[in-house]
């Protein structure tokens, strides 16, 4: 079973930085592509950012565009999003996911089978 799991979430100060990172079980990372999505209560998921298999192509919400940063270690099959000038409106749970058709660049979360269960991020103003 493929399992994946956030961590790094917590309470910031609005302009601070956070780090995220998404460990995956996933034996071959080169079988997937790893997105980054958040939810806040009573909105639908949204797409956040998104890495290909081989980390040679990242797509971002136009939200957090030059602000978050995706990247991956392949060897170790890890992701992470570092975000920063983090701002209120960055508050939501989390969550990464794995997009197991390499050769698509996914922004739907129905192009994601695989879901971490979410991580926590509070930016206070």
């Known amino acids: 079973q493929v399992q994946l799991e956030e961590s790094g979430g917590g309470l910031v100060q609005a302009g601070g930085s956070l780090r995220l990172s998404c460990a995956a079980s996933l034996r071959n990372a080169r079988t997937y592509n790893m997105g980054w999505f958040r939810q806040v209560p009573g909105k639908e998921r949204e797409f956040v950012a998104v890495?290909?298999?081989?980390?040679?192509?990242?797509q971002y919400a136009d939200s957090v565009k030059d602000r978050f940063t995706i990247g991956r270690d392949i060897p170790k099959n890890t992701g992470y999003l570092q975000m920063g000038d983090l701002k209120p409106e960055d508050t939501a749970v989390y969550y990464c996911?794995?997009?197991?058709?390499?050769?698509?660049?996914?922004?739907?979360?129905?192009?994601?089978?695989?879901w971490g269960q979410g991580t926590q991020v509070t930016v206070s103003s």
């Open positions: 890495i290909n298999w081989n980390g040679g192509i990242t």
């Open positions: 996911a794995a997009d197991i058709h390499p050769w698509r660049v996914g922004t739907a979360t129905s192009d994601y089978a695989y």
